[in-house]
């Protein structure tokens, strides 16, 4: 049977939680007000802290589910996604709208990686 190591662990929730060789970040958002482009941007980054911590890397993601807003910021999302992710390594995604934890945030990411 295999372990469940949990990082940044705290009442709600943990940010990193691996299990299996199989890493699973908590959902990562931007900073509240900033443009959709430019939290895209620090999610990302905070994608790629996260997943260097967990012994994994961008080009292992797995999966990625992204929830915006207003789906009419697709565009200026994709526009930083596409741009950032490893050409060949393009993981199973899926977008769709939310209402997310308070109205400043327009996106948030949600990233399943294999460990390398």
Not at 104 to 115: G, H, N, Q, R, S
């Amino acid at each position: 049977m295999s372990d469940i190591t949990r990082h940044h662990t705290g009442q709600r929730m943990s940010q990193i939680v691996t299990h299996n060789g199989t890493v699973y970040l908590a959902g990562q958002v931007g900073n509240p007000g900033d443009s959709v482009a430019d939290q895209t941007r620090t999610c990302l980054e905070k994608v790629e802290t996260l997943l260097a911590e967990a012994g994994s890397d961008s080009t292992r993601i797995l999966q990625c589910v992204i929830w915006l807003a207003d789906m009419a910021d697709f565009a200026e999302m994709n526009s930083v996604w596409d741009a950032w992710v490893p050409e060949g390594h393009a993981p199973a995604r899926a977008c769709g709208e939310a209402k997310l934890a308070t109205p400043e945030y327009k996106v948030e990411l949600i990233v399943t990686a294999a460990k390398g």
